[in-house]
């Protein structure tokens, strides 16, 4: 019997739920997931395609080791051949270890992969990938929303191994190009993002945001507006703004990358780092809806069109669609810092409605 298509649609909805609402500190967990679509596809597969698939820990810390090895090299900025060249961070805090240890290698005249396993450095190396997987990356990757959902495979960690459930090597072997390409734009994006390389990536870092990113110039005109609609009130926590107030796209724009009038609320830079991008809860949808739409639809026209399109229809439009992917993808809604709901509740309202 072939993979159900609604198990590969829950397959799709679950990779994009999981870039957007794990918690990512590290470039672990992207490696993690490059490391299980790549096993799925080097691995003869069975001819059954709802079959499970063990994976054991020893051929994801091979792959693991195999990714990394390529970055654990130093980057020099393109544009700048006298510099010395550093190792890019590839955690928020202290260097990740793989990067350490490879880097070691490296520098010890080991030049690629096949003479890595064959040094005497490779016995250690293994045994620490090894504990590093099964200190963090294998029981956090499944951490959406702080909550465990064991979507890929179970948590059971007495054994050596992890079993892909029912159909899910097919789901990695069907979007193989998907999953790669998402996991490793993360990945990318992560490193981007540490504040420790951006010296180093200067001009790189700046391209993706000049080609597909906010205007942050533009946005700044409209922060004066939506602070007096809010009587200098946080859209979320409801508190007094104060000198870190940022402008949040409502639906954010990572899910919907255009600037619309209506779609803005002023933040603290905290509430808006802590939701990043995920949806708001149905109160905030709610709260929204009321502010923006009912009450001052026609202000947010009259001051903000000669920088934005403002257009209410299309907002809401925008904001009905984006609930919709969430209810069909079981996602979790962001209320406040560190607190999700399920979308139970809005199920229930489409149903009715
Ligand atoms: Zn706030």
Redesign the pocket.
């Known amino acids: 019997m072939p993979v159900a298509t609604t198990r590969q649609l829950d397959f799709i909805a679950y990779i994009q739920r999981m870039l957007v609402e794990g918690d990512f500190v590290a470039t672990y967990k992207y490696a993690l997931l490059h490391a299980l679509a790549d096993i799925c596809i080097e691995k003869p597969f069975s001819v059954d395609p709802n079959s499970e698939l063990q994976v054991s820990f020893a051929e994801i810390a091979e792959k693991f080791i195999a990714l990394y090895w390529q970055h654990a090299l130093p980057f020099t900025g393109a544009d700048n051949e006298t510099m010395q060249g550093e190792l890019l961070k590839q955690n928020s805090g202290k260097q990740a270890k793989i990067i350490t240890e490879l880097y070691a290698c490296h520098n010890n005249n080991i030049r690629n992969i096949n003479q890595l396993k064959s040094s005497d450095r490779w016995p250690s190396l293994f045994k620490d990938t090894l504990k590093t997987l099964k200190e963090g990356p294998l029981w956090r990757l499944q951490i959406l929303s702080k909550k465990e959902q064991c979507f890929l495979y179970p948590h059971v960690k007495t054994q050596k191994h992890i079993t892909l459930n029912s159909g899910i090597a097919y789901c990695f072997r069907r979007f193989y190009d998907l999953v790669v390409h998402l996991s490793r734009h993360a990945w990318l994006q992560k490193i981007q993002s540490i504040s420790a390389n951006q010296h180093l990536l200067g001009a790189q870092t700046q391209l993706d945001e000049f080609l597909f990113g906010v205007n942050r110039q533009t946005i700044t005109k409209a922060r004066p507006v939506l602070e007096e609609i809010q009587q200098g009130k946080?859209f979320?926590?409801q508190?007094p703004l104060n000198s870190k107030t940022e402008l949040d796209h409502f639906i954010p724009f990572a899910k919907y990358a255009n600037d619309l009038g209506h779609n803005f609320v002023a933040?603290?830079s905290s509430?808006n780092n802590s939701k990043r991008d995920h949806l708001s809860a149905i109160i905030h949808r709610d709260r929204w809806y009321e502010q923006n739409i009912i009450q001052n639809s026609k202000l947010i026209d009259t001051e903000l069109s000669p920088y934005f399109n403002c257009d209410a229809p299309r907002s809401e439009a925008v904001t009905s669609w984006a609930y919709q992917t969430a209810v069909n993808n079981n996602a979790q809604l962001w209320l406040g810092k560190g607190c999700f709901e399920s979308v139970e509740a809005l199920q229930n309202e489409m149903l009715v409605g």
Do not use: E, R
């Open positions: 946080c979320y926590c508190k933040a603290h509430c």
